[in-house]
């Protein structure tokens, strides 16, 4: 039972928060972000999937009306198709009004609703574009100690931490990775915004360390 009470709770959640994000992308206020921070999107692996279904699901509500001689039958079947075209037009927004951030605190790597890891600066010892294909197994994969959290199969950015790290990932089941591997529209943007917050390490530093 708790269990279920549990997945009602990020069901209701989830939604409220869907809305929330659509009224935030139709009015254009962006969730606020810390002073300093630049906003990097990363909707562009997915964008012309997520257009194809929500003109799919614009096209099959007048088709089921015309189809359907039920007037019940029909009824629910175009709130259902309302209702599903709105979620579709939530989850873009959620998309974009969640993007990854690049700030005084660390680096947050985000996707939609359902990932926020946020990463502090004195955990990353180099951040590079390097853009890969992922193999079969899903958005999110952990395998070497190397968390891949992808968009439409693919990443663009590889992030080296300090040391391995368990972070707030369901599927990585607390195992800890040692590099994260994420997407983003604008890889060389990122990668060059987030360089100017990294900790430079002076060569006396260096030494000392490696004493």
Known sequence: ????WALARFVV?????????L?????????????????????????????????????????????????PVANVLLFAGVYGLIWMFGLYASIVVHPHLV?????RIRNSLTLDVAIGWDRIA???????????????????????????SQTSIDVRLTEPLVLPVRKAKGQ??????????????LVEAAREFLPVVTESQAATKNR
Not at 1 to 4: E, I, L, P, Q, S
Not at 13 to 21: D, F, G, H, N, T
């Open 23 to 71: 009224f935030r992308w139709i009015l254009r206020r962006p969730v606020p972000v810390e002073p300093g921070a630049t906003r990097f999107g990363y909707i562009g692996a997915v964008r012309m999937i997520l257009i194809a279904f929500i003109v799919v699901s614009a096209i099959e509500i007048p088709i089921l009306e015309l189809m359907i001689p039920w007037e």
């Open 103 to 107: 700030g005084p605190s660390g680096l």
């Open 176 to 189: 800890p990775a040692g590099t994260v591997r994420f997407h983003a529209d604008d890889p060389e943007g």
């Open 1 to 4: 039972m708790t269990k279920v």
């Open 13 to 21: 959640v989830y939604e409220l928060r869907l809305w929330a994000a």
């Open 126 to 152: 180099a951040i590079e574009v390097r853009r890969r294909s992922m193999p079969p197994g899903g958005q999110t994969q952990l395998e070497d100690g190397v968390l891949a959290l992808g968009m439409a």
